[in-house]
């Protein structure tokens, strides 16, 4: 049990799956798990133990942005010996051939600061994810026949931006879309030698305006989570 995970030991996976929004995960748990286990509920940031093919899995909610992801992300390396973990969740589509409904598998994650990034100073730490978790997700995500592209994305450590001329330049440098939580967890998993993925659901886009009507959410996101799982255990 830690501050902000009231599971015992043992009631954590060594995969976890982490959206960012509690119910997403109670509603990926009761969706997708077998004998689905609340597991945590301390400040409403549910998590739920269950089983999806044989394998044991965690779904745990991790909250919005960067710093409350390193929260739950830290607790779960050092005191569950959390092995992998995929965040899944929505993103703001930023090229003009990303589509609303369209699926994004995060190879890097751009960012202008997280709360690793006073450990490095002056350098400019590239966070990536797992080869061998993105390989497994491009291949899931084809055999389903998900459109998906696979790149850089932009982890913000603001939902309402005021910068125009920075989503510009992520555009112009051919940034696939935005969120607010991948960077910290490439980053905490390249310290602590685990695994990591981001596995997103275009819900909205920042060029044209268009938005995942929330009666459409849960189907689209059901890729994101197959996909997400099937990569884990391939």
């Given at each position: 049990m830690t501050v902000h995970i009231g599971a015992s030991a043992g009631d954590i996976a060594e995969t976890v799956l982490m959206p960012g929004d509690p119910y997403r995960a109670k509603w990926a748990a009761e969706t997708f798990l077998e004998d689905a286990k609340l597991v945590n509920e301390v400040r409403g940031m549910l998590g739920f133990t269950g089983m999806w093919r044989g394998n044991r899995v965690t779904i745990q909610g991790s909250g919005m942005g960067m710093p409350s992801l390193s929260i739950y992300a830290n607790e779960l390396i050092s005191e569950y010996n959390a092995q992998t973990l995929i965040r899944i969740?929505?993103?703001?589509?930023?090229?003009?051939?990303?589509?609303?409904?369209?699926v994004i598998i995060a190879m890097s994650a751009t960012t202008i600061t997280s709360p690793s990034s006073g450990i490095f100073r002056e350098v400019n730490f590239a966070p990536t994810a797992s080869y061998d978790l993105l390989a497994a997700a491009v291949r899931a995500a084809e055999s389903r026949g998900t459109p998906t592209h696979v790149g850089g994305i932009y982890s913000s450590d603001v939902f309402y931006a005021e910068r125009p001329d920075l989503d510009e330049q992520m555009v112009r440098h051919g940034i696939l879309g935005v969120e607010m939580e991948a960077a910290e967890l490439y980053t905490l998993a390249a310290r602590h030698g685990r695994r990591a993925l981001a596995v997103l659901t275009v819900s909205d886009h920042l060029q044209t305006g268009e938005a995942l009507p929330s009666e459409?959410?849960?189907?689209?996101?059901?890729?994101?989570?197959?996909?997400?799982?099937?990569?884990?255990f391939t």
């Open positions: 969740g929505s993103c703001g589509g930023m090229q003009s051939h990303v589509k609303v409904r369209d459409d959410r849960e189907k689209t996101f059901g890729d994101m989570v197959e996909i997400a799982l099937e990569a884990a």
